[in-house]
């Protein structure tokens, strides 16, 4: 499945200064150049690697890469076949989530829910046209990718993500859609955006989203929308297989407890 590991962003990120920006330090933006590089590889690179996926020229992209090194924020593989992102990298993972307010109120909700239900529970932040995993309870069922912190999913074809562009003008939501790359994740997956519009204003008028077999074959999602003054920063998924639940059972049970966590959630903040 083409970018399940990361969704695409729709905006594209700029590592060169705006025009009378004299604050923007370029030599930080190009080691941020140099760790983006392995957004989307399955394999350790080597510097000339990193230096293309960067747009780096070699030799700037070689002192990068080894103060990097240096600092352990890149690494050697095992066989030495090449860089891979260092271990220290993690503790600033542990910063952004220890210290995000959303997800110190959504942890003990979550734990709650997940007692209650027994099904898969995700925390997302919401970023545009994407939503980025910050905390996530599992199942039995689940893959490797699924059980990872910082997995990033289309906002369009989620439940979560249906959820939290509900709470944006149909304009805005239009806007985020014509952005995003609409990508066929299974048969069912709509990608017209027409279509998609309808489905982000049902889970308005619902107060949640539900979709069956879009984004993974064989899943059952309900997503619910945490919103600051209005505005979404992150949602409630609740995800079950279709071999275990029909649509409108997990609807039914499971509906009215994500709405509720939301509501607990959102008057923590």
Do not use: C, N
Not at 3 to 14: C, N
Not at 86 to 99: E, N, S, W, Y
Not at 214 to 225: D, K, M, S
């Amino acid at each position: 499945m083409k970018s399940i590991v990361r969704a695409t962003p729709g905006k594209e990120l700029k590592f060169e200064a705006d025009e009378g920006d004299a604050l923007f330090v370029r030599s930080a933006a190009r080691s941020m150049q140099v760790l983006a590089a392995f957004h989307g590889v399955s394999q350790p690179l080597s510097l000339g690697d990193i230096a293309r996926l960067s747009g780096l020229d070699r030799s700037a992209a070689q002192r990068i890469v080894h103060t990097l090194s240096k600092l352990d924020y890149l690494r050697r593989s095992s066989d030495d076949r090449g860089y891979l992102p260092g271990i220290r990298l993690l503790d600033h993972t542990l910063d952004v989530l220890r210290l995000d307010p959303l997800v110190q109120k959504a942890t003990p909700v979550l734990l709650e829910l997940r007692r209650t239900l027994r099904e898969r529970i995700d925390l997302s932040l919401f970023d545009d046209t994407r939503l980025i995993y910050a905390f996530r309870i599992q199942s039995k069922r689940e893959t490797f990718y699924a059980t990872l912190v910082g997995h990033s999913v289309p906002a369009y074809a989620t439940a979560g993500g249906r959820a939290a562009l509900s709470l944006l003008s149909d304009g805005a939501v239009r806007e985020v859609l014509e952005r995003s790359e609409l990508l066929q994740y299974t048969s069912d997956t709509r990608t017209d955006v027409d279509d998609i519009l309808v489905q982000v204003q049902r889970a308005r008028s619902k107060g949640y989203a539900l979709i069956v077999d879009e984004f993974l074959r064989g899943e059952v999602a309900i997503g619910t929308a945490i919103a600051r003054d209005g505005v979404p920063i992150g949602a409630i998924h609740v995800a079950g297989s279709l071999s275990e639940w029909s649509p409108d059972e997990f609807e039914q049970q499971v509906a009215p407890l994500a709405m509720e966590a939301a509501r607990a959630i959102m008057a923590s903040l």
